[in-house]
């Protein structure tokens, strides 16, 4: 019996070892995604910030270079109705005793009005006017002011011969200064009964903004 037994045992043993072995899963292996290179970063530029442009100063002409001496004396004009005075900086004081006088200004003087950062009203809005051509090419500026009077010499009397629509334009591109003078000249041309036309005195109410044909009908 123990025999049988044993020979049970291996037999048993032996379908045992016969029994096919089961081979465990093999381990699936995934492999990693390969990682995706990194996309570059949009450089973010800088803006750039242009420096503001310095204008260079405008040099003013070569006092040097002038034909003229300081002491040098240079006929003016006055455009002004009535007197006007003008004090110069070296302290030359100058009397215009009515529109249309002439006097003479020392060159230095003038030109430091001329080259005023802060030029006073006497050449620019204009007061007076400046008669010696060679002096007023010196300074563009100044050159550029007269080219819009009607006369060089700044007869603006020869205004109110003209025409009604040249009379216009002329009166329009006047500096305000000379407006102001030619107002006076009519006002004084009224009351003295040396301005009698109706039609014209019309057009300068218009330009001027004045009621100039009352003080006609009153006289």
Do not use: H
Not at 39 to 44: H, I, L, Y
Not at 111 to 125: D, G, H, K, V, W
Not at 175 to 194: F, M, R
Request: aromatic share 8%.
């Amino acid at each position: 019996m123990a025999k049988a037994k044993t020979n049970e045992v291996m037999f048993d043993f032996e379908e045992t070892e016969k029994a096919p072995v089961k081979k465990a899963p093999a381990k699936k292996t995934t492999s990693k995604p390969k990682a995706e290179p990194k996309a570059e970063e949009p450089k973010v530029e800088e803006p750039v910030v242009e420096e503001p442009k310095v204008e260079k100063p405008k040099t003013i002409r070569n006092v040097k270079s002038s034909k003229f001496a300081d002491k040098d004396l240079i006929p003016c004009k006055s455009v002004t109705s009535g007197g006007l005075n003008f004090i110069g900086t070296s302290g030359n004081k100058i009397r215009f005793e009515n529109y249309g006088m002439v006097e003479y200004v020392e060159y230095g003087d003038l030109r430091r009005e001329a080259q005023s950062a802060n030029p006073t009203n006497y050449l620019f809005y204009p007061r007076f006017i400046v008669l010696d051509p060679e002096f007023v090419e010196e300074f563009p500026k100044l050159e550029e002011l007269y080219s819009k009077f009607y006369t060089e010499e700044g007869d603006f009397e020869r205004i109110l011969e003209l025409p009604k629509q040249q009379m216009i334009e002329a009166i329009e591109k006047l500096p305000k200064g000379c407006k102001e003078c030619l107002k006076g000249i009519v006002a004084t041309k009224l009351d003295e009964g040396s301005l009698d036309s109706v039609q014209k005195i019309k057009v300068l109410d218009e330009v001027f903004g004045t009621n100039m044909l009352l003080m006609l009908a009153n006289n």
